[in-house]
């Protein structure tokens, strides 16, 4: 308690304007109210109240003083309100931790610095408060005082110093030297190991870590300039830092990282560096020296005097042709993965081309690097390895020199440390190979101008589980300046997937504020799908109600003009009768805006219950369903299917009406119309669908029904009350209308295996997948969507004859759901017990 | 005094549970907690809870020894009386006897009576004990949150439960959230 005596004096203590906190080892931190109390008096017109700063004495379990501080930034709109409190053992303990030096320091800018400010709140030092306790206030209370870390407390503390205090202390005491040996070998293998090191962090970071303590806690990368002496380490730094902000800048436009925001936060980072702009040249120039140093090492005696000007990488010449080899992949890879993911970021998707040809530069150069793996092991710097090197960081299984993670935490948010396990090498090696992988999918997009096709390939993109990189890169391409791949405008993507004539895209309704929002509600969909699938579901959920508010807002004007969407024409009305002064052509365009109105309204409601569909089979990936409640999930999802259908075969026959129309005399298309009518190939899938739903729905009912199983019991909730709380999204938006529990249980209350033996819609799903093959022999994905409706259907099929024989007969029966066949669909399992 | 697999051999009726009856109990309730969730919490959130919901926090007993503690909250979400699990905790040589359950029933029960028409709560994906003692209890998997506890561990599941038997539909959250903002972490405590 030295400082508090001298405080107390107010003779020597001084509030400095520009406060330099000490720390060090001769620190020692004690009770700091007398510099506060200091502060005041030396700041009378400070109005100092309430109780934002608390310090409290007393002995904890460790039989030490401890002290907590608080406050509310609230002085500026610099600063919102937040309030944050410390603990720290002291004075027998010292404390090693930036959080608290962090903390006085914040403290004393408020103090010192704001003094107009007129909020800033501060208690009576209490000095006789007992350990622990608290003192409550306006703004302090027991839910503020949650926000406490406890200093030194690794769960906590993010702050808390494990080696050093700074980068500058960890490179005095030679924790990353340059060179990182004066043995040539010694030092290659250092690098080589760093190289690998850092691919593991970036994998880490990639999959959710933070940059900081991922990528960043290399020491080199942190002091760009160090580097310089050392080429290949230096042209490595630079093109690893470019491709880390290149992919955070790609994340951040995305914003496809809502829960993982970890991974855009690069504050205090020396992410962008001059020079690194530059990276590929020097890593280029870096390259030609080591694959002439190859060349020279692999060259017989005699072509040997040619080369002699070329200085080896390393000093053991036996080891030189395996080190530059393990070096040129890694930098290969380097400069191709730059190349991916730059070429990727050109607009309307441009250098998806090129980009495809350096991933498989990339993919090969990832072969060579395990490939090394055996050479760089055998020859590894760090002796015999004892443990096995499948957790290991770095190919030669050797630790890596020039990392500290704890070194960037204090830039971390005054939140508790998330703790982080680095990938494996080999790990990190096997995911950027299936980054690689689902960045090629993207390459190989064909730009489907069909808004269906854009759909199809995100939610197919999406059955891959690509991590959030890959999942930024799809939708980068798919919305771009508030375009379907930055050349297409939403309102002729709209009228596409509406099935309109070509000319309908230049029509003056797409200025229409309602067809503008439509636009909006369209690229946001775009973007959500691209999401991880737990976000996804919950914001799909949420944007169901945008869908039907805009539909029902354009029936709505109905009733006004026309007959249909009565809003949009009335504002076009008005917009025509301005410019021409002309009312008589006002009708002939009034139809052709019904007409578009009328396609896209059903269009608007198709694709509204394709988005329910996605958010309740999205429960499933989720696992969000229990057994118990498949029969009502099954049979939300049958009454959703029904009115997609319809929805989808109603937009088909209109479009098809209007071709006709236009290319036959109106007898002959009266004619056809009862003749060669076919439902659509598209409808029928969905039909295949209903099938299996409606099957799996009533087997689930008569195993309810007879063999009392999957039953929602449980003291606290209601079978009614799990209906609602899981549709209550699609209920609110009256998806569809009517269907409410009762209609649930009407359906399902009297099922029974009898009446399903003698109608069974697994075989007509059966049926109607087979014939559908020829329809899509061209599409492979939706073949292989067959099949396993094929297989669902076949599976199911056998099985409800095996319960209708059965079921009641052997109450011993083991009866389970799995998913084998489809993610969406289940299979019943019938075992004997 | 514990049988093999390291499971306490007892009878239930040896289990006495208390309701939270005051700053004696927090050390108890502190350390299980500690020893057995991996979430970090300071001395404040403990007493942020069991101060002002006391009622709702209860502790088992096991011939003295505190071997299970459930603490819970209550109060208005989004129009909602809505109830929370904060933490719940059995030591586990003494799991799978229905210690937890009982813990929970009882909070439920309390907060049943106060009013709550539902009850929520998060819990590790990869804890399917206590995803299962939850559905057994008739909660449902309402959301999974990504990347939700510090731990590192990639999801976690809320689940929403609500007691009321005659819950009225006009009850339901008004989608006032903010946009973009992760509700399940709007939602912690800590």
């Known amino acids: 308690m030295a400082d508090k005596s001298e405080a107390e004096r107010g003779e020597d203590a001084k509030v400095a304007i520009s406060p330099s906190i000490p720390f060090g080892n001769d620190t020692v931190w004690a009770d700091v109210s007398s510099l506060f109390r200091l502060a005041c008096n030396v700041r009378p017109e400070v109005t100092i109240k309430g109780t934002s700063i608390m310090i409290v004495k007393g002995g904890d379990e460790r039989d030490c003083a401890i002290i907590h501080i608080a406050w509310i930034m609230e002085i500026s709109e610099r600063f919102s309100a937040s309030m944050f409190l410390v603990s720290i053992p002291s004075p027998s303990f010292k404390t090693h931790s930036s959080t608290f030096r962090n903390a006085v320091t914040l403290m004393f800018f408020l103090i010192t610095y704001k003094t107009t400010a007129k909020n ?78 850092l691919l593991a962090c970036e994998a880490t970071w990639h999959k959710g870590g933070s940059l900081a303590q991922t990528v960043f806690s290399c020491i080199y990368l942190l002091r760009p300039e160090r580097t310089s002496s050392h080429a290949l380490l230096h042209s490595f730094c630079r093109v690893i830092r470019t491709t880390c902000n290149t992919v955070v800048s790609a994340v951040s436009d995305a914003r496809t990282n809502e829960e993982e925001d970890l991974f855009t936060m690069a504050y205090g980072l020396p992410l962008k560096v001059d020079g690194d702009d530059k990276c590929l040249s020097i890593l280029h120039a870096v390259e030609e020296t080591i694959s002439r140093q190859l060349k020279a090492c692999k060259a017989p005696l005699s072509k040997r005097k040619v080369l002699e000007d070329v200085e080896p990488l390393q000093t053991n010449l036996d080891l030189e042709e395996g080190f530059c080899k393990a070096v040129l992949c890694r930098l290969r890879f380097r400069k191709h993965l730059y190349h991916v993911v730059t070429c990727m970021r050109r607009p309307q998707g441009k ?50 020199i020039g990392f500290d993670s704890t070194l960037n935490s204090r830039s971390a948010a005054p939140t508790p440390p998330r703790a982080i ?17 689902d960045l090629d999918i993207i390459c190989s997009y064909s730009l489907d101008p069909v808004f269906e096709g854009a759909l199809r390939f995100v939610v197919d993109f999406q059955k891959f589980q690509p991590d959030l990189v890959a999942r930024a890169y799809i939708q980068l391409l798919l919305v771009q300046e508030g375009k379907l791949y930055g050349r297409e405008p939403m309102f002729a993507v709209i009228c596409r997937a509406a099935l309109l004539p070509e000319g309908a895209k230049n029509h003056d309704v797409q200025k229409n504020e309602t067809v503008g929002q439509l636009g909006q509600l369209l690229i946001s969909l775009l973007r959500v799908l691209c999401t991880n699938t737990a976000w996804q579901r919950r914001k799909l959920g949420k944007i169901l109600q945008d869908w039907r508010i805009i539909y029902v807002q354009s029936v709505a004007g109905i009733a006004g003009i026309a007959g249909i969407a009565g809003l949009i024409l009335w504002v076009l009305e008005l917009a025509f009768r301005k410019e021409f002064g002309d009312i008589t052509n006002t009708s002939t365009d009034q139809n052709l805006c019904l007409k578009i109105c009328k396609h896209i309204l059903i269009w608007v409601e198709e694709q509204t219950y394709w988005i329910a569909l996605r958010f309740l089979v999205l429960g499933f990936e989720l696992e969000l369903y229990s057994t118990s409640e498949y029969c009502m999930v099954y049979w939300y999802i049958y009454v959703i299917l029904i009115k997609l259908a319809e929805k989808t075969h109603l937009k088909m026959m209109l479009s098809n009406d209007s071709s006709r129309r236009k290319s036959k005399k109106k007898r002959d298309f009266v004619k056809d119309m009862g003749k060669d009518y076919q439902i659509p190939p598209a409808v029928l899938l969905l039909q295949c669908y209903i099938y299996i739903a409606e099957g799996l729905m009533m087997m689930l009912a008569s195993l309810r029904n007879e063999n009392k199983i999957f039953l929602c019991l449980g003291p606290f909730n209601t079978e009614q009350e799990r209906f609602i709380q899981h549709f209550e999204l699609l209920q609110k938006a009256c998806l569809p209308d009517h269907a409410s529990y009762f209609s649930f249980r009407e359906t399902t209350a009297h099922a029974r295996f009898s009446t399903l033996s003698e109608y069974n819609c697994f075989k007509d799903a059966q049926r109607m997948a087979k014939e559908l093959r020829g329809n899509f022999a061209n599409d492979p994905e939706r073949m292989a969507e067959l099949r396993r409706i094929e297989q669902v259907a076949e599976h199911n099929c056998v099985a409800l004859n095996l319960l209708c024989r059965l079921g009641t007969l052997e109450p011993s029966l083991k009866i389970s759901f799995e998913f084998i066949h489809h993610p969406h669909f289940a299979v019943a399992a019938v075992k004997r017990s | 005094m514990e049988a093999e697999e390291g499971k306490a051999e007892f009878e239930a009726s040896e289990i ?57 909250k209550m109060g208005d979400h989004r129009h909602t009386f809505r109830g929370y699990i904060a933490m719940l905790v059995v030591l586990n040589p003494y799991r799978g006897r229905g210690i937890a359950t009982e813990l929970v029933s009882r909070s439920i029960q309390v907060m049943m009576e106060s009013g709550c028409e539902e009850v929520t709560l998060e819990a590790e994906v990869t804890n399917k004990g206590a995803l299962a003692l939850y559905g057994r209890l008739g909660f449902i998997r309402a959301k999974r949150l990504f990347r939700y506890y510090l731990n590192g561990l990639p999801s976690a599941e809320a689940v929403v439960s609500r007691p009321e038997p005659n819950y009225s539909a006009s009850g339901l959250a008004t989608g006032d959230e903010a946009e973009g903002l992760d509700e399940g972490i709007n939602s912690v405590l800590t």
């Not at chain 1, 208690?123 to 608290?134: H, K, S, V």
């Not at chain 1, 680095?422 to 190979?433: D, E, G, H, I, R």
């Not at chain 2, 004696?24 to 020893?35: A, G, W």
Request: glycine content about 6%; proline content about 3%.
């Open chain 1, 120 to 197: 800033i709140h501060c208690c009576n030092l209490a000095t006789d408060l007992r350990t622990d306790e608290l003192i409550s206030g306006e703004n302090f209370n027991l839910f503020a005082a949650m926000s406490a870390l406890e200093i030194m407390d690794p769960k906590m503390d993010s702050g808390i110093v494990s080696t050093y205090y700074s980068v500058d202390e960890a490179i005095d005491s030679g924790a990353a030297p340059i060179p990182l040996s004066f043995d040539g070998t010694v030092d290659i293998q250092r690098v080589i190991d760093i190289m690998d090191h």
């Open chain 1, 351 to 400: 250098g998806l081309e090129l980009a495809k040809k350096h991933i498989i530069s990339c993919l090969c150069e990832l072969d060579s690097m395990l490939k090394s793996a055996e050479f760089l092991r055998d020859h590894c710097a760090c002796g015999t390895l004892e443990d096995g090197v499948e957790d290991k960081t770095t190919a030669s299984g050797c630790q890596p």
């Open chain 1, 421 to 437: 396990k680095l990938l494996s090498w080999t790990k990190a090696v096997n995911y950027f190979q299936k980054l690689l992988h």
């Open chain 2, 16 to 72: 006495e549970y208390v309701s939270y009856g005051g700053e004696h109990h927090l050390p108890l309730i502190m350390k299980l907690v500690d020893q057995e969730l991996s979430e970090p919490y300071s001395i404040f959130t403990y007493r942020y809870f069991v101060y002002l919901w006391p009622h709702l926090s209860f502790l088992a007993f096991h011939k003295g020894k505190c071997v299970g503690t459930v603490v819970c």
